[in-house]
């Protein structure tokens, strides 16, 4: 390292810094980070009230998590750089089903159902079906998929917003496809929220003039052997906020009809009132690359 530190030196001197770390990647990241925060700090030369004010912000994102909330998950996804990892990681085949963020409130283990029971548990909202099929990007069926899966309730709130409110578990469910890969539930139909907004990450965008909401939509980890998992979302077409997602996050792929379904006798065996919303999304899985052997 270098005693004479200046703003011409700072930047390869905090570099060399890292020389030794034994981790090749650690080293990288360390760097490229270190590169381009010096850089920005050069182009707008931050007063030290404005760096003191960036740190009391980011010390404030820290408080504010809990068990239950993820404020910093919720400062990647409004900045775009959830949706940007997930852009440069998601290099995968066309047919494969589009990723996107995986949102704040993955935050507790959904509950194992079967396949058919319903995620609503409050029984408040319009009542839905969501039916499809888990498959390989050949069209091969991958039976024992698994299909995490959790949703605000149509108040636009999670479980965990409202301990107080809902039971444990509602609009969450972990499901086991078929021999086949066909999954199937009933929920309610989503509804549009905003984010949550009693935080720093609020207080930025309202600071921006940038609205907080979300277009309803239904989340989704999908996990089969040999294949790589996929986080995505289904958006109800015609959801407002569609063209203005708080974190990015629409896939134009993943926008879904949630269809007006009039059949007594289906709705009869499927456990829902006459008539219900219905949407199918089938979920394609990209194999993992095999491995040669040497």
């Not at 390869?12 to 770390?21: E, G, I, L």
């Not at 929220?193 to 309202?206: F, H, K, N, R, W």
């Not at 294949?227 to 926008?255: K, Q």
């Amino acid at each position: 390292m270098t005693t004479d530190f200046s703003a011409e030196t700072a930047t390869a001197a905090v570099v060399d810094s890292f020389a030794r770390a034994s981790d090749p990647r650690l080293r990288e990241l360390l760097s490229g980070l270190v590169r381009h925060l010096h850089d920005f700090v050069r182009e707008v030369e931050p007063t030290r009230a404005e760096w003191e004010q960036a740190i009391a912000f980011l010390t404030a994102t820290g408080q504010k998590c809990d068990d239950t909330r993820q404020e910093f998950i919720m400062l990647s996804d409004v900045l775009g750089v959830s949706m940007l990892v997930e852009e440069v990681n998601d290099r995968k085949e066309a047919a494969a089903t589009d990723s996107t963020v995986l949102g704040p409130f993955h935050m507790v283990a959904s509950p194992p159902r079967a396949l058919g029971d319903s995620i609503d548990l409050t029984g408040s909202g319009e009542p839905c079906l969501v039916t499809g099929r888990v498959v390989s990007v050949d069209g091969t069926p991958l039976p024992g998929a698994t299909l995490d899966v959790w949703q605000a309730d149509d108040h636009g709130f999670y479980d965990v917003q409202q301990p107080d409110e809902q039971p444990r578990g509602n609009g969450r469910g972990l499901f086991t496809a078929d021999a086949e890969g066909r999954f199937w539930f009933r929920s309610c139909v989503p509804s549009p929220y905003p984010i949550p907004t009693d935080g720093p990450v609020g207080a930025l965008l309202a600071a921006t003039g940038r609205h907080p909401y979300r277009p309803a939509h239904v989340h989704f980890i999908v996990t089969a052997e040999g294949h790589r998992p996929v986080t995505t979302h289904i958006f109800v077409a015609g959801s407002d906020y569609l063209e203005s997602d708080a974190v990015f996050a629409v896939r134009e792929s993943l926008v879904q009809e949630f269809t007006q379904v009039d059949a007594p006798e289906r709705a009869a065996a499927c456990g829902l009132p006459n008539p219900f919303r219905q949407a199918r999304f089938d979920i394609v899985l990209q194999p993992e690359p095999s491995r040669s052997s040497n």
